[in-house]
Structure formats: C-alpha cells, structure tokens
C-alpha cells in the first residue's frame, strides 16, 4: 500500500536542506471541467487585483483566497466554429485541454489534439505509478454523434493522448479506488468473490510498526492518512448499500460497512456524493505520489442533468439557454454554487492535507472552469477560469488578474507545464507562457 511521503523517508541532513529550500514535495496539478458555461456577472471580481470581495458564485470559496487566482479574458478559440458551423458543447469539452479545432466528424476519423495533462503525463508520469488519472461523474462513449454533427468522443473527454485517441475517465468510485489500491490479497486467500476485505486489515500491523519508529508529525500524518483510506472505504460501502435498498443490488453482509466490504462498480446516488468521493480518492493519490496530473468532468459538456437536490428540477442544459430570463438565471446561479460547494470541499481537503510546512494545496495548481463563458451566448472567450494553490510557491495567489481580449487559455497551460518540469514551446494555438502569475522559479 502507497504511503504518503513522511520526513523519515529523508536522511536527517537532506531533511533539514530540503525544508530550507521548500525543494522536498513534488508538485501536481489537476483540471475541473463543468459544463454549459457559469453565470457570469456572478462569477467575475468587479475590481482586480486583491480579492477582498468575491461575487456570488465565488463567495463559497472565501476562507481559501489566499490560494486563489481569478484569471479574466482567456479564450479558447478552437472551440469556436471557425467555419464549422453549430457544435459549441463538442468542440468546447474537446479544446479546452488541447487548444485544437476538433475535426467536425461523428464517424471513427476523430481528431483533435495533446491535451496539457497528457503532455505532462508523457514527460512526469514515469515517476509515479500511474502517469495520469481520469476521472469524471458521467458515463462516456467514444462512438455516435452528441451534438451537430460532432462526436460524442469530443463531448465526452477532456484528455487526449494524442489527437485521436480521448483518455477514458474513470466514473467508478470503486473501480478508481481498487485501482489505486489492488487488494493483492484477495488473490490467496478463498474470498467470497463479490465481497473485499478492507485493505487496511492487511497493512494494519506494519502500519503500526512503522508508526512506532516515526516522529510525532510523521505519526499523525500517518494515522491521518489511514484514517482517511478507512473513511473512503465506509462511503463506498454506504453508497453500495444505499443501492441494494433500491433494489439494484443484493443485500451486503452485516459487517460489511465495519471492514469496508462492498459490491463492485457501484456509485453513490447521490450526485454531490459521488463528486465528493471521486475528489477524495483523487487527493489520496496526490497524497501517496501515485500520479501528479489528474483531470476531472464535473458532468459531461452539454449535460442536461436536473438539480433536484438544489430545487432545480429543470435541465442544466435546457436553462443554460435562459434568453436573459431572470427565473432562469437564479436557477443557473443555484447550479453553479453547487458545484462549487463540492470544489471548495476538495480544495479544503488538499488545504488540511500538510507536507511538513505545507499543504497538498501549496505544492498544487487546480485549475476550475468551463469551455464556454455564458451558456445563453454560447461564447469561448472570458471563459470562467480560477487557478487554486501556489505551484509550490511559484504564483501568487489572492488576485483577480485580467488579460488582454482573446489571450489563449492555452498560454496558461504553458505557464503551469514550466512549473511542473515538463516545459512546452507551444501547445494547440498557445502563444506564449502566461505571464503576471507571480515566477517560474521556487
């Protein structure tokens, strides 16, 4: 089992070096998409510079601003038509990571571009066990046609290994787990094969061990750390459980929440749940270097999932075109700030999780935001973009910075590829790196 990185695992000499220089913890960075555009005269600080007052959409993230940049006027041309007529949703999922046109095809001849995350993957990845994760809250297919003609792969993916080939999210909360975390154990002992046994019943005693040898920060951070393994494991259960109660499922053994059992493949009910442990997982692996690049599709682009839970029964996507009625916008308002409340909650989590003086937070850029500006317009510039964490101490964050008219997004992605090691001259119709993000240097 993965173990987050502890001060034991230094020589004392390197130690006390490696806290001097703020050097010792890797960086990572990870992409939230969420479709149909925000908002926007709720979503963008009326002034710049230092955030002292956040708009509504905003406002849920007011205990982290400190962590928060709020970057106005980029644009994704490429998911502009640019001469390929209606299919904004499509082209707004397909170029957001790449900064490529999408070639207007439903057919297998798909194309597009390296997404940011995948370049860093082919150039980092090899120094953690997995290069990249995938992760998202709706199902997706790579074949059929979504939206004017394009692709359901284009709508449906953000990461692009190279220009035809979309990187498949993980939806499985389970499955992304059991991936992580292979319960090799399973496969010598004789196991009900529908049922698992917690993975920390297996490393318990070497946990304890280890904690024994550890210094007091190192120790809590180790009990912390499991303890959270633990907890993940009962909201799986749970949220197995609460299918068998629909009947979806067969009853799960008595015990089963105790050791962590459940049922493969399942996903919580619940939507915000299900985001919630798909980002705890995903922070876990952060955690452990498993992987330093991680993408994450809030919803599918175009979704017209309904918000019962906020008292919108309407399709996100069908009010996203609310021809400036104002019932229609509160509504929009309503979804936007519940997406945001899950973003804030894994963006406190990453906050809460240290690395000696630091935070999983510090040593991170998170980037938030969607394809499309105002979803009545159908725009692609002054796209709603916020950048959380300090890239390990290389941006300054706490600003609402604006650039000029139609700046690429993709001028960001160079900017956050310098701070991840894994430098690019140009990516999709990238300009050039980002500036007035604090330094490249740590």
Known sequence: MALPFLDAM?????????HAAGKKFPRRMAFFYVPNGA?????????????????????????????????????QDKARANGDGPGDH????????????????????????VSVDQYAAARIGKETSFPSLEIGCDKGKQTGSCDSGYSCA??????????????????????????????????????????????LDFVLGDARKLSRKLGSSDSRKLDEYLTAVREI???????????????????LPKDAEKVGQSLPGGRPGDYGEHIRLLGDIMILAFQADLTRVATFMFAN????????????????????????????????????????????????KLKASTEGSYSLLDNSMILYG?????????????????????????????????????????????????????????????????????????
């Not at 709508?155 to 090799?184: V, Y």
Request: net charge positive.
């Open 10 to 18: 230094l020589p004392s000499d390197l130690l006390v070096r490696a």
């Open 154 to 199: 284009y709508s449906h993916n953000l990461s692009w290994k190279n220009a035809s080939m979309p990187m498949a999210k993980e939806t499985s909360p389970r499955q992304l787990f059991d991936r992580l975390f292979p319960n090799i154990s399973e496969q010598k002992t004789q196991v009900n094969e529908r049922y698992r046994k917690s993975i």
């Open 301 to 348: 682009e175009g979704s017209n999932k309904s918000y019962k839970n906020v008292g919108v029964p309407e399709g996100h996507h069908s009010l996203s075109h609310h021809g400036n009625d104002k019932g229609k916008q509160a509504k929009i308002r309503k979804i936007n700030k519940f997406h945001m409340d899950q973003f804030v909650y894994l963006m406190k």
């Open 39 to 75: 908002h926007m005269p709720t979503w963008t600080p009326e002034k710049t510079g230092a955030l002292r007052q956040l708009p509504e959409t905003l406002a849920p993230l007011k205990d982290l601003r400190s962590h928060m940049l709020v970057l106005s006027g980029l644009t």
């Open 370 to 442: 969607s394809g499309i500006g105002d979803g009545n317009r159908h725009n692609h510039h002054e796209l709603p973009i916020i950048l959380m964490g300090k890239g390990g101490g290389t941006l300054k964050p706490g600003r609402h910075v604006r650039y000029p008219k139609n700046t690429p997004l993709n001028n960001l992605y160079l900017a956050m590829l310098e701070r991840m090691g894994a430098p690019c001259k140009k990516l999709g119709d990238s300009t050039a790196r980002l500036n007035n993000l604090y330094s490249s240097k740590y």
């Open 233 to 251: 494991e009962g909201r799986l259960s749970r949220a197995q459980a609460d299918k068998e109660k629909d009947g979806t499922l067969r009853k």
């Open 90 to 113: 499509a082209r707004s999922a397909a170029a957001f990571l790449t900064g490529a046109q999408p070639k207007k095809t439903n057919g297998k001849d798909i194309k597009v571009g």
